[in-house]
């Protein structure tokens, strides 16, 4: 028998039942997704079965050395990791999660291919590899496309080449590893022969049916630790601190106005509101009952006005310091032009200009700007050690999202201490969002 690469997957020359094979009938040959290549070769090593193995064929590499001490936790985590190499690792921002991975990376000592969400997380992770290892380091994105021993691309550019990237590379890292099980990405591990995965991320949402996924992909969560026994340490000391605020008379009237037309769809149709499915299905009516649509447009306006409340803004006035160098995160984009032109605050949106967002981030990290405020595409990737405070405006209930706001306040500096408000208005929707991320 012998065993090929063929466009992600893996055929079989010879005619033997193999786990997850199928017929394909196209060739006449049996075929399986590369992701069960490892899977595939414990089999057939314990079934005694003769076989040749031409499923690899991997960038040369040389012998990876470098001078990183890794910190107790992040021992565990490698020992955890190493008991069958692959599987999750869950660490807070600025806990040294890349750190990690780059001891992981010298000791398989083989072929590593990084997946990231953004550009700018390939430019830190490349440079943090060509700090340890002293080699040039493979990118692999729509701007480049250079293969090296190790190499970082983005989830987008690794996805539409994994076809063409499968069998290079013996180990798979993927940086937040939340964003995999998605439609499409979920391809690239199933396309990936590589026999050893890493999972990065700073939470685990809680979902049974990601879990389940991730866990297909690349294995179970092998190790996690929360911030707060390395707070004062390992990361900065911290705090929380939640603030609520009344509604203006104006606002508490549409507020009250939108929810009454809201609940008495759910009366009139003896819907219950259980979560967030059970929303997607009223989403999913209003394309063709106009009530339904009605009913989302008031929710919709309801949520706005308790994210966007006038008084959240006057609590804000309260916080602000010119001597702290703080994030303001908030949900939706019109609150942050607002934020932006009330306060003469630099703002960054999915809008702004590559060039402008990064002028605006140095700018800050030097402190000509002592402020910024974002609608929520600072919750992951950049790395702004100066910032110690965050101020949520709004948000969802996403658990991760909010650790993700938290730790863009973490990564230590000297003397640091650091605060995360949550400005909510009282009695709204908006006090079971802010339960729900936090539980």
């Known amino acids: 028998m012998e065993l090929q690469f063929d466009k992600g997957t893996i055929i079989f020359n010879g005619d033997f039942k193999i786990p997850h094979a199928k017929w394909d009938g196209r060739v006449n040959k049996y075929r399986a997704e590369a992701l069960y290549y490892r899977e595939i070769l414990e089999h057939l090593n314990l079934s005694g079965l003769s076989f040749e193995d031409n499923v690899l064929d991997l960038v040369p590499c040389p012998f990876f050395s470098s001078t990183i001490k890794l910190r107790n936790y992040q021992k565990d985590a490698l020992n955890q990791w190493f008991q069958d190499k692959k599987g999750a690792v869950v660490m807070p921002t600025g806990a040294g999660k890349t750190i990690f991975a780059i001891k992981i990376i010298e000791k398989i000592n083989s072929p590593t291919f990084i997946i990231v969400p953004t550009l700018d997380l390939v430019n830190q992770w490349k440079k943090e590899l060509k700090k340890a290892f002293s080699i040039e380091i493979g990118e692999f994105t729509g701007n480049k496309k250079t293969l090296e021993p190790i190499t970082v691309s983005t989830y987008n550019s690794a996805y539409i080449n994994a076809s063409y990237l499968g069998n290079k590379f013996k180990l798979l890292i993927f940086d937040e590893v939340h964003h995999l099980p998605s439609e499409s990405f979920r391809h690239i591990a199933e396309m990936f022969a590589s026999p050893y995965r890493l999972g990065l991320t700073a939470t685990f949402e809680r979902d049974d049916e990601l879990h389940e996924e991730i866990t297909r992909l690349i294995g179970e969560k092998v190790y996690e630790i929360s911030p707060e026994p390395l707070a004062g340490e390992f990361l900065a000391d911290f705090k929380t601190q939640k603030i609520t605020v009344e509604f203006t008379e104006k606002e508490q009237e549409e507020y009250k106005e939108a929810q009454s037309i809201f609940k008495n769809y759910l009366i009139s149709r003896n819907i219950k509101m259980r979560g967030a499915r059970d929303f997607q299905k009223i989403v999913m009516h209003s394309g063709r009952d106009p009530e339904a649509r009605e009913a989302i447009l008031a929710r919709n306006k309801a949520e706005k006005l308790a994210f966007n409340s006038e008084n959240k803004l006057n609590e804000l006035v309260k916080i602000l310091d010119k001597k702290n160098r703080t994030i303001i995160f908030t949900k939706y984009n ?72 938290l730790g863009r306040i973490l990564r230590p500096a000297e003397n640091k201490k650091a605060i995360l408000y949550e400005i909510i208005t009282k009695n709204t929707m908006e006090v079971k969002t802010s339960h729900r991320r936090k539980s």
């Open 334 to 405: 019109d609150m942050v032009y607002n934020i932006s032109k009330r306060f003469l605050i630099p703002c960054i949106t999915h809008k702004t200009k590559k060039d402008e967002r990064k002028e605006i981030l140095e700018k800050f990290k030097q402190g000509i700007y002592c402020c910024i405020v974002s609608s929520q595409v600072l919750d992951e990737g950049i790395n702004v050690p100066e910032a110690n405070i965050g101020i949520i405006l709004s948000g969802t209930g996403s658990s991760r999202e909010y650790i993700q706001r």
